[in-house]
């Protein structure tokens, strides 16, 4: 199978031989969508985009890394245009407040752990300000079709097939996210094939991350201190993203301005 536009980036996340592909296709993402957002590009001077911005905001990671990534004029200029819209939003919501009946006995009940389903419209209309964010939606929505590309270069693609068998694995979350596309994607005969191959292949690179931070902490006895780090040194951050993903090493990604 010839490699296509939409093939390459998945081709270069197992190239580069990483603790896991799919934390490596995710940040170029994150990254894409913050040069969109903020670059030179000047995107968030489009109507069309302010729009979506407005409407969706940003979560709290992706402001953090919005203030650091440089461009605070276009920060400025998103949050001036989603705050006027926000605004409006919640004068409407606290208009339409009202609160709720207490019982007779409600005097006497003890407040319970926060709970998940929202007690007013005001309050869901807040939870939903805190889990809607532009970034998180494009990358989420990208990252889904590169796992579908995933199952087709590994139906028809034999490069792919031996970049994938001699890779380092995956970070737990994306390992889980494998195993449910695979679920939906794969035949029964496909299912056995492709998890004789991903089983042990996390086993034998998970139990590489254990012996690389056994040897990190061993290190640090006296007896060990002339003794060679072999590929402990970094075992840290890697230990960090085998479990739950990302690149805990990283700088903050800035602005090439």
């Known amino acids: 199978m010839k490699e296509k536009i939409y ?6 996340a197992f190239r580069d031989d990483n603790e896991c592909p799919f934390c490596f296709i995710e940040r170029n993402l994150e990254q894409h969508a913050l040069d969109f957002v903020l670059g030179q590009g ?3 001077m489009e109507e069309d985009i302010r729009a979506e911005t407005d409407q969706l905001g940003f ?46 006995l409600g005097h006497f009940k003890k407040m319970k752990p926060k709970q998940d389903t929202p007690q007013s419209p005001l309050t869901s209309w807040i939870k939903e300000q805190n889990t809607s964010c532009y970034i998180c939606d494009y990358s989420k929505n990208t990252y889904s079709r590169y796992l579908e590309t995933f199952f087709e270069l590994y139906r028809k693609n034999k490069d792919f097939q031996e ?12 390992f ?32 590489r991350i254990t012996d690389d931070l056994e040897w990190f902490c061993d290190k640090f006895d006296y007896k060990n201190k002339d003794a060679d780090w072999k590929n402990s040194k970094d075992a840290i951050q890697r230990g960090m993203q085998k479990s739950a993903g990302g690149y805990p090493a990283d700088d903050f990604y800035k602005s090439e301005r």
């Open 163 to 174: 970049l994938f068998k001699n890779s380092k694995g995956f970070c737990l979350p994306h």
């Open 59 to 104: 979560c709290r990671d992706h402001y953090k890394k919005m203030f650091h990534y440089g461009n605070r004029l276009g920060t400025g200029l998103i949050l001036t245009t989603h705050f006027k819209k926000k605004n409006e939003e919640l004068k409407n919501q606290i208009q339409m407040f009202s609160p709720k009946k207490m019982s007779v």
């Open 176 to 207: 889980g996210d494998l195993v449910e596309t695979a679920e939906i994607l794969l035949s029964d005969k496909e299912k056995s094939e492709f998890y004789e191959i991903l089983f042990p292949l996390m086993i034998e690179n998970l139990q």
């Open 7 to 12: 093939t390459i980036p998945l081709m270069d």
């Open 42 to 44: 000047a995107s968030y």
